[in-house]
Nanobody
Framework: QVQLVETGGGLVKPGGSLRLSCAAS????????MGWFRQAPGKQRILVAA????????NYADSVKGRFTISRDNAKNTVYLQMNSLKPEDTAVYYC????????WGQGTQVTVSS
């Protein structure tokens, strides 16, 4: 069973940056389109960034467009999310998964944007 491990979250001030990483067991990343999802307290989990298998195409939710960048390294079976100009509304638990997603999910990584 695939394991997804998200790291890189933390507490950051508004306007700051973080880089999230997602490592997967086996070849899960290299054979799937991948995405970063986030779930804020009391809200549904949503897709905020996606990338095709070869990395040639990316898509972003309007709320993060121009601030977040998704990338991948298939040789390392890892997906990244560079987050710049962070806002308090970006506070959430961030998860990576295939697009469309499959079970199981990883534990996620908490991102808190607060002054």
């Amino acid at each position: 069973q695939v394991q997804l491990v998200e790291t890189g979250g933390g507490l950051v001030k508004p306007g700051g940056s973080l880089r999230l990483s997602c490592a997967a067991s086996e070849t899960f990343v290299s054979i799937n389109a991948m995405g970063w999802f986030r779930q804020a307290p009391g809200k549904q989990r949503i897709l905020v960034a996606a990338i095709t298998i070869d990395g040639s195409t990316t898509n972003y939710a309007d709320s993060v467009k121009g601030r977040f960048t998704i990338s991948r390294d298939n040789a390392k079976n890892t997906v990244y999310l560079q987050m710049n100009s962070l806002k308090p509304e970006d506070t959430a638990v961030y998860y990576c998964n295939a697009v469309p997603w499959t079970d199981p999910w990883g534990q996620g990584t908490q991102v808190t944007v607060s002054s």
